[in-house]
């Protein structure tokens, strides 16, 4: 039993790394706070700590699936539903909680408000407001403030003041201050002071000399409170123009849109050939071959309404009011990585574990190779988006073993040219394939620092940047804030410092955040910031394999794996500095080039002809591993009515349950007995990207989809014409209503969780309304029972 004072027990359950990393930031402010944090995964119940034996705990949990727990918090969560349990099981235990989710999916922080409910109904007691972060407004818009509120609120619970006296930080404009920071950035001119820092205060300098230089007048005083370091200043409204449009990215500059950028900074030569690397980055970004094309961008484009007109000198300019502010930036997140390279090291690397081996939360099996037997497109050339059809083969049908509705997950690389970009950048082109060793900073003060479990100890930068980390991500404040120490020219450094800023918050939403702006996008608009590669691996995230609803069944093909996809293509604007296509849908479509079956008038990838032709040629492999879908899956009773609605590619798992039912209705006894099966699918164009349309005709011919509603957007029809899946429900109403209500049906939606699940569930308000006669409230509530009862069953993406 815990009996140090000040001490808090800080747990997270986390899917993709958000969670964990927002306890990592807590854990890390902890002790500045004067507290002790002992930090662990939920999945750790039990076996590092046991939670009704604990005073004060702090959880952050998202919510993954349709409102389900993370799997790491599935363990912990079934234990504490135990019905057994008596209401005084955690009356010792005094909590914070703060939920993550996305508020376009329909059950928002599902897992952290049912836990907040059930950790109340056991008696234990909180000691300040749950929290629910947003990421579909920026979690840091609800975390920020929640966790600065967090300090104070365990202050008064332990009822005394916090046993070291706060941080506060001074900024001076003194260069005194900035030698002893040379191993992170050899010309940064912004640091903190180390002998400062064990007196527990901070001082940071600003680049006096550059400063004076530019005009820059913004080094005057700074305090830090709660973590939070104070940064006054207006940022450089008399610049030198001629010295800020050579510090620009070339595009930036009047009159010259393209060639190499002459930098003219005052700093290390280590900085001068990162620059010049960056300038040479600019230049390959301005070619056009560069861009990886296929062939298609002018029809591939991106929504263009759903685009934010923003450019690069947008990110990197400081405008009125916030270029006058005083600015509360995030603590200096603790160097903790060290690289040290072995020319004469032999590293097996096809033979390294993927990710180091470290445990991928959402497997449900073992990481597995399969073999690419075909690659369709399955939309004309003249098509807004580029779908693609990929078929699988495994070795045998146990290698995935899955269900109609569950998915796999691709294991994904890194683009190589942008890999060879991004190290060319950091000036580590000439190491990038030789052995390194990662290993800890032997005094970092950095709490409870730890090499990242998904990199490997012992590989090569490029295997590292290839297969291990996510260099799209958005970089988060903390590593803004890291890199504002390593960043010489002052209006860079102050920019930096503004979008990593409390109030920066809406410029950090808008350049970074939403503009899906990478760590080679900000490196580019920033060329006098020259990280160390040691502090970029601290921050890269995970790379996350990609999962895929699965269309083919077990019951009719159980050797191959089928799922459908767009091609991602990101163009290059909004502060993105080279035109991209998403990690994995770009991956599989350059890398099966060569396979790819031409369009052709809409065939379904199970068309004899194609399937022959393909499928028995030796073909490119793929690490793959299945997963597993909690509750969206077809009813086993094939009399039971479904209706599922799946425009787009989210018509792919309503392929794989008609393919399966199709299988089983064969071996019915009694084929009346077949349930009504509605498929509501939607797309552009009859004729460019109607997915599966010859098989969803043979589902209706055979019987296997009872009743096919269609709905074409951009299509020329009459007015009154359905555009959309929702329309549709509308006109069906009455029969839709007799189905849930009488007969027993379940709803199946899958697609985009923004927009067109939301207009789903409000065409079934609408029609529940019309067709009982029933009031808005009635209607919500009874779609709420059929969510309870798993009847309404969601599989969306964002
Ligand atoms: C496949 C998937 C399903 C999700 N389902 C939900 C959901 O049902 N409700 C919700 O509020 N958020 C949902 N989210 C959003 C996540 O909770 C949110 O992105 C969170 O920040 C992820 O945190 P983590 O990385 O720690 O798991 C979902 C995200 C994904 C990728």
Not at 16 to 29: F, K, V
Not at 681 to 708: A, N, P, W
Request: aromatic share 6%.
């Amino acid at each position: 039993m815990p009996t140090r004072k000040n001490r808090f027990l800080l747990l997270y359950g986390s899917q993709t790394g958000q969670a964990e990393a927002i306890t990592e930031e807590i854990a890390e402010a902890a002790e500045s706070h004067g507290f002790i944090c002992e930090r662990h995964s939920l999945a750790h119940t039990e076996k590092k700590f046991v939670l009704e034996n604990e005073s004060c705990v702090v959880i952050v949990t998202s919510t993954t699936g349709d409102g389900e727990p993370p799997d790491s918090a599935l363990k912990f969560v079934r234990r504490l539903k135990k019905k057994s349990l008596p209401d005084t099981h955690l009356q010792n235990v005094n909590y914070a909680l703060l939920g993550l989710g996305d508020s376009n999916y329909t059950n928002f922080c599902n897992c952290g408000k049912t836990l907040d409910r059930r950790l109340e109904e056991l008696g234990a007691k909180r000691f300040y407001n749950s929290g629910w972060g947003d990421d579909a407004v920026g979690l840091e818009v609800a975390v920020e403030p929640w966790i600065e509120g967090l300090w104070p609120a365990l202050r008064e619970f332990f009822s005394e003041k916090p046993s070291r006296t706060e941080n506060t930080c001074q900024i001076s404009s003194s260069t005194s201050h900035c030698d002893d920071i040379s191993d992170q950035t050899t010309s940064a001119k912004l640091s903190l002071n180390s002998g400062v820092k064990e007196s527990n205060t901070r001082s940071v300098s600003n680049g006096t000399t550059n400063g004076k230089e530019n005009g820059c007048d913004s080094n005057v005083n700074r305090a830090e409170h709660d973590g939070i370091l104070q940064v006054n200043g207006n940022t450089n409204s008399n610049a030198d123009d001629s010295l800020i449009s050579d510090i620009l990215p070339s595009h930036q500059q009047n009159g010259s849109s393209n060639g190499v950028t002459s930098t003219n900074i005052d700093s290390t030569s280590a900085a001068k050939d990162q620059n010049v690397n960056a300038a040479k980055v600019e230049s390959l970004q301005t070619d056009d071959t560069w861009a990886t094309s296929n062939g298609t961008d002018s029809v591939n484009k991106i929504d263009k309404d759903a685009e934010v007109t923003i450019t690069t000198s947008d990110l990197r300019t400081s405008v009125p009011p916030l270029c006058d502010a005083s600015l509360s930036v995030p603590v200096l997140p603790q160097p903790f990585l060290k690289l040290s390279f072995s020319p004469d090291d032999r590293v097996d690397l096809p033979n390294l574990p993927y990710q180091n081996g470290s445990n991928l939360p959402s497997a449900a099996t073992p990481i597995t190779m399969v073999t690419v037997s075909s690659a369709q497109v399955m939309t004309s050339s003249d098509s807004v988006k580029k779908t693609l059809c990929l078929r699988m083969k495994m070795e045998d049908e146990n290698v995935v073993k899955y269900q109609p509705g569950d998915s796999i997950s691709i294991c994904c690389q890194n683009d190589d040219q942008e890999v060879d970009q991004l190290l060319l950048r950091l000036g580590q082109s000439n190491q990038a394939d030789i052995p390194c060793e990662l290993s800890l900073i032997s005094d970092t003060k950095k709490k409870n620092a730890a090499l990242p479990p998904h990199l490997p100890p012992k590989a090569t930068l490029r295997h590292m940047f290839t297969q291990c980390v996510d260099i799209r991500e958005p970089p988060k404040k903390a590593f803004l804030r890291a890199l504002v120490d390593c960043t010489t020219d002052p209006d860079e450094s102050r920019r930096l410092q503004e979008l990593c800023s409390k109030q920066g918050a809406t410029d950090y939403n808008k350049y970074i955040r939403e503009a899906g702006v990478s760590i080679l996008d900000l490196l580019s608009a920033f060329p006098s910031c020259c990280p160390s590669v040691d502090r970029i691996m601290e921050f890269l995230p995970r790379l996350q394999p990609r999962p895929y609803s699965v269309c083919s069944s077990p019951l009719t093909e159980p050797t191959i794996l089928e799922v459908v996809f767009n091609v991602v293509e990101i163009t290059k604007e909004s502060g993105r500095s080279f035109h991209r296509q998403g990690v994995c849908t770009g991956m599989i479509d350059r890398m099966t080039q060569g396979l790819q079956t031409e369009y052709k008038s809409l065939l379904s990838p199970l068309d004899s002809v194609e399937r022959l032709k393909i499928d028995d040629v030796p073909r490119t492999q793929l690490s793959i591993f299945g997963r597993t879908n909690q509750s969206f899956h077809p009813p086993d009773d094939l009399s039971v009515p479904i209706i599922m609605i799946g425009p787009g590619t989210g018509v792919a798992p309503f392929i794989g349950f008609c393919r399966h039912r199709e299988a089983m209705r064969s071996k019915m006894a009694d084929a009346s007995k077949y349930g009504a099966t509605w498929l509501f699918f939607g797309c552009r164009h009859q004729s460019r990207d109607f997915l599966y349309k010859s098989e969803m005709e043979h589902f209706v011919r055979t019987g296997v989809i009872t009743e096919l509603k269609l709905s074409f957007s951009r299509d020329e029809q009459p007015s009154d014409s359905p555009r959309y899946v929702q329309d549709n429900i509308v006109r069906s109403g009455r029969e839709l209503v007799d189905l849930l209500d009488n007969r027993g049906a379940m709803v199946y939606v899958c697609g985009d969780a923004k927009n067109m699940a939301k207009d789903v569930n409000q065409a079934f308000m609408t029609v529940l309304q019309e067709h009982k006669g029933i009031g808005e409230e009635e209607a919500r509530s009874y779609l709420m029972q059929l969510r309870l009862k798993r009847r309404y069953s969601e599989d969306v993406w964002t």
